[in-house]
Antibody
């Protein structure tokens, strides 16, 4: 059974870069795609982006200029870097496996996130 | 402001049936499938429904999903106290070329 675990600093200063790693256990990272999703305190979910095991990426347009997601298949890990952070980036950050990723015969795209990591709170403050 | 629109709250008594709506547009729900996630207090979201109406292994058949046009619904029958949670709908958006979520619905079991 695949499990994901986020790790990284819980406190980041404004204007600095937030860096998180997600370690995948119980399965290989060399298939599927892998996502980052965040949730500000008391608010809803926001998709940040994903990376295929091959290295190709796709980012939320609202964050694209500040986000980099990378993968290290040798360590079964993928990582998130978010630059120039502000207080608005304070959130619980989740990593998740992307599943599905196909079009059916009617042309509808199927994709979903499962499983998710437990999440890690990152606070942006001086 | 979330791309998908959900009511902020819903409620029901034990044993009752409740539904949660999710409204989108032609670029997301209208052209892609819908997923639902359940987030129990203090925990990570968990996949509840995928591909509009499919239940992952282990999800009770009390939970069901449907989609019509640019809207989707989650129905919970035989409501139980442990169903008290936040529920989020999600879909792919072709215009944004990314995943989008609803703002979440807080379900209270009275």
């Amino acid at each position: 059974q695949v499990q994901l675990q986020e790790s990284g600093p819980g406190l980041v200063k404004p204007s600095e870069t937030l860096s998180l790693t997600c370690t995948v256990s119980g399965g290989s990272i060399s298939s599927y795609y892998w996502s980052w999703i965040r949730q500000p305190p008391g608010k809803g979910l926001e998709w940040i982006g994903y990376i295929y095991y091959s290295g190709s990426t796709n980012y939320n347009p609202s964050l694209k200029s500040r986000v980099t997601i990378s993968v290290d298949t040798s360590k079964n890990q993928f990582s998130l870097k978010l630059s120039s952070v502000t207080a608005a980036d304070t959130a619980v950050y989740y990593c998740a496996r992307g599943y599905g990723d196909y079009y059916d015969s009617s042309g509808y795209y199927h994709n979903w996130f499962d499983p998710w990591g437990q999440g890690t709170l990152v606070t942006v403050s001086s | 402001q979330s791309v998908l629109t959900q009511p902020p709250s819903a409620s029901g008594t034990p044993g009752q049936r409740v539904t949660i709506s999710c409204s989108g547009s032609s670029s997301n729900i209208g052209s892609n499938t819908v997923n639902w996630y359940q987030q129990l207090p203090g925990t990570a979201p968990k996949l509840l429904i995928y591909s509009n109406n499919q239940r992952p292994s282990g999800v009770p058949d009390r939970f069901s999903g449907s989609k019509s046009g640019t809207s989707a619904s989650l129905a919970i029958s035989g409501l139980q106290s442990e169903d008290e949670a936040d529920y989020y709908c999600a879909a792919w958006d072709d215009s944004l070329n990314g995943g989008v979520f609803g703002g979440g619905t807080k379900l209270t079991v009275l």
